[in-house]
């Protein structure tokens, strides 16, 4: 009886499953690993999260742009280089205030992956962004209170919004990528037979 019950077992065909009807809200979802987005669960679960996390990215990349703009725009140093001044009164305020946003929000998981990366033990990425970001927020708000020396609030920014833009096309690529993969399982058979002389077994 068991013999039959796991031949059947094995000739259930799991793409034609309908999961949908599947109650999600019983998952254990603390077990699952947010911080990271190379490790993302496979399957409808982890697809929407990957889904998130690529909307996040692309919300994130497109405020940090639009600061960016007059950040690049006020700042002495881009004068400089293409010759025209226009200052406004508190000048380094107003580029330290958008650069702020930029360098919290913008930044944000840049930072988060750099406490995770060192929870972890093991820095990467995310903690070489995370500190060149944080060298530049900290050292250019030092010169606005008082330390001699140019700021780099126009490299933070347009760093940060490159960083967020390559993410945004990376995580982008893994879902294409891992939708093609199910694509492929999904098109396999469930069952084979092996041909042994004038027999399948």
């Keep these: 009886m068991d013999d039959n019950k796991n031949?059947?077992?094995?000739?259930?065909?799991?793409?034609?499953?309908?999961?949908?009807?599947?109650?999600?809200?019983k998952m254990d979802h603390s077990k699952m690993k947010h911080g990271d987005h190379d490790s993302i669960p496979m399957?409808?679960?982890?697809h929407d999260h990957h889904k998130m996390m690529i909307a996040d990215f692309r919300k994130r990349f497109w405020v940090t742009l639009v600061?960016?703009?007059?950040?690049?725009?006020?700042?002495?140093?881009?004068?400089?280089?293409?010759g025209y001044s226009?200052?406004?009164?508190?000048?380094?305020?107003?580029?330290?205030?958008?650069?702020t946003v930029v360098y919290f929000y913008g930044g944000w998981p840049f930072l988060?992956?750099?406490v995770s990366e060192i929870k972890k033990g093991a820095p990467g990425m995310m903690t070489l962004i995370s500190m060149a970001i944080s060298v530049a927020?900290?050292?250019?708000?030092a010169t606005v209170f008082g330390l001699r020396g140019e700021d780099f609030f126009w490299e933070l920014s347009t760093l940060i919004?490159?960083?967020?833009?390559?993410h945004w096309i990376e995580m982008k690529s893994?879902?294409?990528?891992?939708?093609?993969?199910?694509?492929?399982?999904?098109?396999?058979?469930?069952?084979?037979?092996?041909?042994?002389?004038d027999t399948i077994e």
């Design 67 to 82: 600061l960016t703009v007059p950040i690049l725009f006020f700042s002495p140093m881009i004068q400089e280089f293409f």
């Design 7 to 25: 031949h059947k077992d094995k000739k259930m065909d799991h793409s034609k499953m309908d999961h949908s009807k599947m109650d999600h809200s």
């Design 161 to 166: 919004a490159i960083m967020l833009l390559g």
């Design 43 to 46: 399957g409808m679960a982890g």
């Design 174 to 197: 893994v879902l294409g990528a891992s939708k093609a993969l199910q694509l492929l399982v999904s098109m396999m058979p469930a069952e084979a037979h092996r041909v042994k002389g």
């Design 112 to 114: 988060k992956g750099l």
């Design 86 to 99: 226009f200052l406004l009164p508190g000048n380094p305020y107003i580029l330290f205030a958008l650069s």
């Design 137 to 141: 927020y900290f050292y250019s708000t």
